[in-house]
């Protein structure tokens, strides 16, 4: 995810739609969904904070001028956010090139939440807010309570250039499921399909079981059992 300064995420809570009851630390935006923790193996977690470890990106521009309301109130744009998008499309590039777990892998399209409940107001323009992105967060969300956890930060600054097919339309949201590739006979893109990878393994027998290697969510198993998702 990529959280906004401070100055900005002051600009954010002097909204009227937005909700004083969460604290302006909360304020993000989602750049990739990559699995829950609750059913996600042990090392899966290690496995990712590697491969963000070698992560080279240039910072990229963010900026919303609109609230809308689609369930939630949330900042949005009508831009294209081309550079954003094709941060996503890259990003979830190299997780792949790194073998990097990723159960969903889906990059929406950039917005911020300011009410998660919804105001059922018309959608309505207002002064661009925005800034560069020049860090990236490694986050993890507590479903059904207010809590995030971070898992790593990671700057932005390295060199980076986008992949060949990048440019070719506007960058659109892309799933572990289902990747872009080209035939060389006509060099067309086309989609094809990977299996879905099962949420769930089966049980080993208490006496088979491993030892456990790594605490994957610092949460108490009581709130565990909610779910945690990663992004």
């Known amino acids: 995810?990529?959280?906004?300064?401070?100055?900005v995420q002051a600009q954010i809570t002097a909204l009227p739609r937005n909700d004083p009851s969460r604290g302006p630390h909360f304020l993000h935006v989602t750049l990739i969904s990559l699995y829950d923790l609750h059913y996600a193996p042990p090392e899966w977690l290690p496995a990712t904070i590697a491969a963000l470890d070698s992560l080279a990106s240039a910072p990229f521009?963010?900026?919303?001028?609109?609230?809308?309301?689609r369930k939630a109130v949330t900042l949005r744009t009508r831009d294209p956010l081309a550079e954003a998008r094709a941060f996503q499309k890259?990003?979830?590039?190299?997780?792949?090139?790194?073998?990097?777990?990723i159960m969903d892998g889906t990059t929406p399209e950039p917005h911020i939440t300011i009410n998660y409940r919804g105001d059922r107001l018309n959608a309505q323009k207002i002064p661009p807010i925005g800034w560069t992105v020049d860090e990236i967060i490694?986050?993890?969300?507590?479903?059904?309570?207010?809590?995030?956890?971070?898992?790593?930060?990671?700057?932005?600054?390295g060199?980076?250039?986008?992949?060949?097919?990048?440019?070719?339309?506007?960058p659109k949201p892309l799933s572990y499921n289902i990747p872009l590739c080209?035939?060389?006979?006509?060099?067309?893109?086309?989609?094809?399909?990977?299996?879905?990878p099962?949420?769930?393994?089966?049980?080993?027998?208490?006496?088979?079981?491993?030892?456990?290697?790594?605490?994957?969510c610092p949460i108490?198993?009581?709130?565990?059992?909610?779910?945690a998702d990663l992004y």
Do not use: Y
Request: charged residues 35%.
């Open 1 to 7: 995810m990529a959280k906004p300064p401070p100055e």
């Open 61 to 69: 521009p963010l900026r919303f001028d609109r609230i809308e309301n």
């Open 220 to 227: 108490p198993p009581s709130r565990r059992r909610q779910g």
């Open 159 to 170: 060199e980076w250039r986008p992949d060949p097919i990048s440019h070719i339309g506007a």
């Open 198 to 216: 099962s949420r769930r393994r089966p049980a080993d027998p208490p006496e088979l079981r491993p030892p456990p290697r790594f605490l994957v």
């Open 182 to 196: 080209f035939t060389r006979r006509t060099g067309r893109a086309r989609r094809w399909r990977r299996p879905l």
């Open 90 to 101: 890259a990003l979830v590039n190299h997780l792949l090139r790194e073998k990097a777990p």
């Open 138 to 157: 490694l986050t993890e969300s507590i479903l059904g309570r207010t809590t995030h956890v971070e898992h790593g930060r990671w700057r932005l600054g």
